[in-house]
């Protein structure tokens, strides 16, 4: 491409490719989000990766804006004089304007798809009770009668989560899971999940939730098959008769 | 002995402030005591939420304070028709002239500048002096130097006291001072609510810290204050609640009096499309602050009700619903963002056009892009719940105003970097060191707001240390860097002296790369699994966080070299001129620092703000000046339209 005013257009596209690359692949190789362990994690990982090459090339066309026009101009010793007085270029502005904004759109409804895509329902879910309470987690399996206070879950199929608080606002979060939805007092929320990896994980309270709120977690195992689940779920407890049943929890106040 | 009575009961200043404070409270914890005795309730109660004998002298008392330190004399004279002031004693509170002056009700906008601005560094280095004790704890995991429920009240005041009492205020402090100068008028619209407005400040960073010493600790429950964990917890989060109001009350009583003053006050044919991008970054602020500010206010009263009075607003078993408290929290909050960085964007545009010596690139889309940020801010707030159990529908439509305001942003990023193609860039002043160094910081901030935009990223992100690093990205990388770049641009100007550039540019390399160094890495243990507000946390983030701690140690310290920076150069630096940065606005070409009443005579504006190197353009005619300057052809930005 032709130089614009003497600004080697070529050279600093160039260069912002470049850097681009450059830039991608030293964030895409480090693991950021780390273990995948359900069906959404990859979906969720691939939008963040899209989003590590876009950004990269965002920032890298700032930074070789920024560090070429300082090279470029940056005044010479004793030069007390005034830059050339250019208040602006209406075609400039309005790519600036136009440009950004088809890319923010389309990056919309990229999430908005992967996010319809994680939170479809599948007609043959397992259903968990998840109780919050300051601070520890409790699990109760409706279809099983048991209750429990690790999560267990089969492999390959989905589990809708119903959170219930019994105190303040705690977050369900499995990182490996991509997965995180707040526990609220008085209502119900509903977490949607298929786990695809066997492993033990942690259920990490997210939303702060008192003193012991760093210290809120639960083992997580996702088991091999739905028989290893069920010969697991025959030994636990069976749901105590105290226990609120989902949409009737009866929040009561921890610190009077 | 008359003389005393005078000093504690009549004459205004700290003695009579002491003495109406002592009066005030004692005037509140006496009416608790008398009202519980009628109702036959124990005279003291001291339920972990309750505590009226606390809470409603913490209420009298700053007003006592208020009217006792003589922010009301005038107004309450002028009420009840007592003579105010004869001729000769109006402008008596106006203009500081000793040291002594700056610690009273002054009504003159440069020295309520000041005060703000010291008062608001004072609370600056209070919360990061709180921010490096959390570093140091969280150096190992585990628990070593503070327990979780000292860590918790930790954060909490570190960011109430960062967001309300420094970055916002600090903004409306250098606002103060350059704003009536940059449109040409002598004061503010209203110069003794300016006073109250800042005389509210400092109660509440006093009512944040004092939390501490209340039994149950500081308030604990993040800056957000969620209920129902607030409404349940001790006394300190009344605390917050109160702090909250002061502050509030005096951001919104500012924005009023910067609104009346751009609106009204502006010199003859200082026309909009004339304004300098800082006014019109203020201008949008205001116009936040005034519509939003009222709405936390309102959740902190709600809250506060919930605790004392046994009101039900979030109180599930009692009909309360939860997640409203996040939604009016948030409609203030969020907006807020925007009160702590636009004015900032203010700020660059003035120091970077300054020493690139060109006039803003696009001067009119800056404006209008500051409008849509303001527009489009008011509608972005449930992006801070999409993992909070509100309804799902909202959710897209939220995720879509959120990405589309990074475009107004962007273009204000890419109008910088336009502004300095084909310019003569100066780096000498640490203050285009800051501004450069922004662009870049808030470039990263911006791109990590995106992605916590995108509805699956923050399903996964939220409420992890990715959110850490976001936050301290747009609000140290933003905010402070801008604050920053202000202070030294004006540093002159304010004390008609010159800081230490060798120190300056040693301030702001170590701020640059302790500030990297501290919050990159939070992006990665976030995703990884760590989530924040914790005083522990698994061991596999430990090295991470140790490499943080010592970047955040760096970062620290180099605060402290500002400091003496700005003390040393203030009572020693060499003489600065009216105008070291040769730049164009009203502000530089009045002598440093200005006369008490800025200009003998109102400046005559005629051109843009930024005409650097336009030949013949001139953006206004100072008073003396010669009368056969004819205005430029009207062409180019700033001519009227």
Same mark, same amino acid.
Not at chain 1, 212 to 224: F, L, N, Q, S, Y
Not at chain 1, 235 to 248: C, H, N, V
Not at chain 2, 353 to 375: C, E, N
Not at chain 2, 539 to 544: K, L, Q, R, V
């Given at each position: ?11 600093? /596209? ?16 480090? *693991? ?11 979906? /969720? *990982? ?32 004793? *030069? ?6 250019? #208040? ?5 502005? /309005? ?18 798809? %992967? ?5 479809? #329902?599948? @007609? ?21 009668? %048991? ?5 267990? %879950?089969? /492999? *390959?199929?989905? %589990? ?52 012991? #709120? ?36 009866? @929040? ?5 | ?25 004692? $005037? ?122 000292? $860590? ?43 006073? +109250?407005?800042?005389?509210? +400040? ?34 300190? &989060? ?6 909250? &109001? ?7 009583a500012t924005a009023l009096n910067f609104l009346v003053t751009i609106v009204t006050m502006r010199a003859p044919g200082m026309n909009f499309w004339r304004l300098p991008l800082l006014v019109w970054a203020n201008l949008s602020t205001s116009l936040l ?11 902190? $009263? ?12 979030? =109180? ?9 408290? =996040? ?23 003035? !120091? ?33 719940? $999409? ?118 540019? !040693? ?135």
């Open positions: 491409m032709a130089p614009v005013r003497g600004v080697p257009i070529g050279k600093l /596209i160039a260069a912002v490719i470049v850097l681009t690359i450059v830039s991608s692949v030293i964030m895409l190789i480090p *693991d950021w989000n780390g273990e995948q362990g359900s069906t959404a994690a990859p979906k /969720i *990982d691939t939008l963040l990766d899209v989003m590590i090459v876009l950004s990269s090339f965002v920032f890298s066309i700032v930074m070789v804006m920024l560090v070429y026009s300082l090279w470029r101009w940056r005044v010479r010793p004793g *030069d007390e004089g005034d830059g050339a007085p250019i #208040h602006g270029n209406t075609r400039l502005e /309005i790519a600036w304007t136009v440009i950004p904004t088809v890319i923010v759109l389309v990056g919309a409804i990229y999430s908005w798809i %992967v996010l319809s895509d994680i939170e479809a #329902h599948d @007609p043959d879910r397992m259903v968990v009770d998840v109780y919050g309470q300051q601070y520890t987690w409790h699990f109760n399996y409706p279809e099983e009668g %048991v209750t429990s206070r690790e999560l267990h %879950v089969p /492999i *390959d199929r989905q %589990v809708e989560f119903r959170l219930h608080s019994l105190d303040v606002i705690h977050s369900f979060w499995v990182p490996e899971w991509r997965i995180k939805k707040d526990a609220v007092p008085g209502i119900t929320t509903h977490a949607f999940v298929t786990p695809d990896e066997t492993g033990d994980y942690t259920l990490v309270c997210t939303e702060l939730c008192g003193y012991g #709120h760093a210290t809120m977690r639960a083992p997580v195992k996702v088991e091999d098959s739905q028989g290893v689940f069920d010969q697991w779920a025959q030994t636990q407890e069976p749901i105590p008769e105290s226990e609120p049943k989902p949409g009737e929890t009866t @929040p009561k106040q921890l610190r009077q | 002995m008359a003389g005393v009575t005078a000093a504690l009961f009549r004459r205004p200043g700290w003695w009579r402030a002491l003495t109406y404070t002592i009066l005030a409270g004692a $005037f509140g914890l006496a009416l608790v005591v008398v009202l519980r005795k009628i109702s036959g309730l124990p005279t003291f109660q001291t339920e972990q939420t309750g505590y009226p004998q606390v809470i409603v002298p913490a209420i009298t008392a700053p007003l006592g304070f208020l009217v006792g330190i003589g922010c009301f004399d005038y107004w309450l004279r002028w009420a009840v028709g007592a003579p105010t002031f004869p001729k000769e004693r109006e402008h008596e509170n106006h203009g500081a002239f000793t040291w002594r002056d700056y610690f009273k009700v002054n009504t003159d906008h440069k020295v309520i500048g000041i005060q703000y601005i010291c008062t608001t560094f004072l609370f600056f280095f209070i919360g990061g002096a709180m921010a490096m004790v959390m570093r140091a704890e969280l150096a190992q995991p585990g628990t070593q130097i503070v327990d979780p429920s000292l $860590f918790n009240g930790l954060f909490s005041t570190h960011a109430a006291i960062m967001i309300f009492v420094f970055v916002i205020p600090a903004f409306s402090g250098i606002a103060n001072y350059v704003l009536p100068l940059m449109i040409g008028a002598p004061d503010m619209a209203f110069p003794r609510l300016n006073a +109250l407005s800042y005389w509210m +400040l400092p109660i509440a960073g006093v009512l944040f810290v004092a939390s501490f010493l209340c039994p149950g600790g500081a308030f604990d429950a993040g800056w957000t204050g969620y209920a129902p964990l607030s409404t349940g917890a001790p006394l300190g &989060q009344s605390f917050f609640n109160l702090g909250v &109001q002061f502050a509030g009350a005096s951001s919104i602050v005034v519509a939003a500010t009222p709405f936390i206010a309102g959740v902190q $009263f709600m809250v506060l009700f919930d605790r004392a009075l046994h009101t039900n607003f979030f =109180q599930s078993a009692f009909g309360g619903d939860v997640i409203s408290y =996040q939604h009016i929290f948030w409609f203030y909050s969020h907006p807020a963002v925007y009160i702590m960085m636009l004015p900032g964007f203010g700020i660059i545009s003035e !120091v970077i056009s300054t020493h690139s010596r060109k006039p803003i690139f696009g001067y009119r889309l800056m404006a209008l892009a500051l409008i849509g940020i303001v527009v489009l801010s008011y509608s972005v707030w449930a992006h801070h719940m $999409f993992v909070a159990g509100m309804f799902s529908w909202l959710r897209v439509p939220m995720m879509i105003t959120t990405l589309l305001i990074a475009v107004p942003t962007g273009i204000k990023i890419f109008s910088w970097l336009g502004t300095l193609f084909y310019g003569k860039i100066h780096l000498r002043s640490t203050s285009m060191l800051f501004a450069l160094g922004f662009v870049t910081t808030f470039t990263i901030g911006g791109i990590s707001g995106v992605m916590l935009g995108m509805i699956p990223i923050d399903i996964h992100v939220s409420d992890t240390y990715f959110v850490v690093a976001h936050i301290h990205f747009v609000l140290f990388g933003g905010s402070v860097f801008t604050i920053f770049a202000g202070i030294y641009h004006w540093f002159p100007k304010m004390t008609g002296r010159m800081y230490d550039e060798r120190l300056g540019r !040693v301030h702001f390399w170590l701020t640059l790369v302790g500030m990297l160094g501290t919050f990159i890495p939070m992006h990665w243990i976030g995703m990884e699994g760590m989530p924040r507000r914790v005083a522990d946390y698994s061991a596999t983030f430990g090295d991470w966080n140790l490499a943080i701690s010592v970047c955040a140690f760096v970062l620290g310290a180099a605060q402290l070299i500002f400091l003496y920076n700005m003390i040393v150069s203030w009572r020693f630096g060499p003489k600065a001129g009216p105008n070291p940065w040769r730049a164009k606005t009203i502000e530089w070409q009045v002598s440093s620092p200005p006369p008490v009443f800025n200009f003998d005579e109102i400046p005559r504006v005629v051109g843009g703000p930024y005409e650097f190197g336009v030949p013949g353009a001139r953006h206004v005619i100072m008073p003396g000046e010669e009368a056969e300057v004819k205005e430029p052809e009207r062409a180019g930005v700033g001519a009227p339209s």
